[in-house]
């Protein structure tokens, strides 16, 4: 019993002996093989670091190769802008202070003329306007995302400013007013830069506009108050975050009479039968859907007094003192100023009373005549084709947008 006791438990320790053995074996194989695991491992990193190194190093290279290239490049387009500005004819004055800025599109609008084109934007909202971006400038990529904006700004040229071409001469013989006329202090001046007078050192204009709808490489736009005909500089998007300021303050001058709205308008009798007969005319090239949406339109314009103040002063006066609304230096300006200033065609001789004087509004070529008396009730009279063209391009029309429109 004892002895067979025994064996069995030398047969226990031999096996334990064993397994003792063939652990340490395994340890050891498996230390080794870690560590050489390990010894690979480390080369592969440290050639990989090395890697990450000299990659970075070439990295350095070329963004210092590219910021001195930049340099060099910056150096040649200023010495390039100075050969070109120096090339110019010294007539013309340009040096380094001109700049590459040529517009990239045209506005055509439903106001045919400057008379009648709102003040202000926003102020008619149906004033439509199909903006058209010149392609070889613009790609209509350029646009993408516009459309998810509501409004956007817009710079432009003042390109029917009839004292343009004097802004090339040397600004001593240009004759540019430091003070202009505002019609709303009766005559009385302000300082150029208090104003937004169309007659600038640089004739451009920044408005704001609703963006309708975008259609390859053009924008709908309303609420406008551009002329048809309008270069194009840039347009951005409107953030009400940054551009509405709650506390921004207006000097008093402007409160008096901003905005003139009407007592009231209404319409001949002939005149809803005379805008079916131009609308057969009109209609192909027009931005609204119909005579109703047309007639809208005319009531949207006319319910601000269009007139200069002189205008709605001395209605007897307004053919023989032409005077322009927003601008005016000095009154020798007057005569260069009359085409945009000149409400009234026709007009009894010796009329004293407003309602006997007929004024006229050209919006997408057709004439439409009114009265207005003292009380600022408006009365539409005719509406006609006139000899001013509407000159916007065909597909600037209703049936073009009509599937964009809401
Ligand atoms: C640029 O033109 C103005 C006036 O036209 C002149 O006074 C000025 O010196 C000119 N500048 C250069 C750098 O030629
Ligand atoms: C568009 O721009 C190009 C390049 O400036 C010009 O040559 C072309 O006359 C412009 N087209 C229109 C329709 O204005
Ligand atoms: C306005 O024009 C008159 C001459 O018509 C001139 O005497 C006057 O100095 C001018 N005023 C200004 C501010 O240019």
Request: with cysteine; hydrophobic share 35%.
């Amino acid at each position: 019993m004892h002895e067979k006791k025994w064996v069995i438990g030398t047969e226990v320790m031999r096996g334990n002996i064993w397994e003792t053995q063939w652990l340490t074996v395994s340890i050891t194989v498996t230390v080794t093989a870690i560590s050489i695991s390990a010894y690979v491992l480390k080369r592969k990193w440290n050639h990989l670091n090395s890697k990450i190194e000299e990659l970075e190093a070439s990295l350095k290279s070329c963004s210092d190769k590219c910021a001195s290239e930049r340099q060099g490049r910056i150096r040649a387009q200023l010495a390039l802008r100075k050969q070109v500005t120096q090339s110019q004819p010294k007539s013309q004055n340009l040096n380094l202070t001109s700049y590459p800025m040529i517009p990239i599109g045209v506005v055509h609008s439903c106001f045919s003329t400057r008379n009648g084109t709102p003040r202000q934007p926003l102020l008619v909202p149906l004033a439509r306007a199909c903006l058209v971006f010149n392609t070889t400038r613009v790609p209509p990529a350029s646009l993408e995302g516009l459309a998810e904006y509501s409004h956007c700004w817009i710079l432009y040229v003042f390109h029917l400013n009839t004292d343009l071409e004097k802004l090339w001469k040397h600004p001593s013989k240009s004759g540019f007013k430091a003070k202009v006329r505002v019609p709303r202090l009766k005559g009385g001046r302000k300082g150029l830069f208090a104003t937004r007078s169309p007659h600038r050192p640089c004739p451009i204009g920044l408005t704001v506009a609703k963006v309708e709808a975008v259609l390859g490489n053009m924008i709908l736009l309303s609420g406008v108050d551009l002329v048809d005909g309008t270069p194009v500089l840039d347009i951005k998007p409107y953030l009400p975050y940054c551009d509405s300021i709650q506390e921004a303050a207006v000097p008093n001058w402007l409160m008096e009479d901003n905005l003139l709205s009407v007592a009231s308008i209404s319409f001949s009798d002939h005149f809803t039968s005379a805008l079916e007969d131009c609308w057969i005319m009109a209609e192909k090239k027009s931005l609204y859907a119909s005579t109703s949406e047309f007639q809208s339109l005319i009531k949207q314009v006319l319910s601000w007094d269009i007139r200069s103040l002189s205008q709605r002063n001395r209605p007897h006066d307004t053919l023989l003192k032409k005077e322009n609304d927003e601008l005016l230096g000095n009154t020798s300006d007057v005569d260069e100023h009359q085409e945009e200033t000149t409400l009234v065609r026709e007009r009894e001789q010796n009329a004293l009373n407003s309602n006997e004087i007929i004024y006229h509004l050209i919006l997408e070529g057709l004439d439409v005549s009114y009265r207005i008396d003292h009380d600022g009730y408006v009365i539409v009279e005719k509406i006609s084709t006139s000899d001013v063209q509407d000159n916007k391009p065909n597909f600037c029309n209703y049936l073009t947008w009509k599937d964009k429109m809401q």
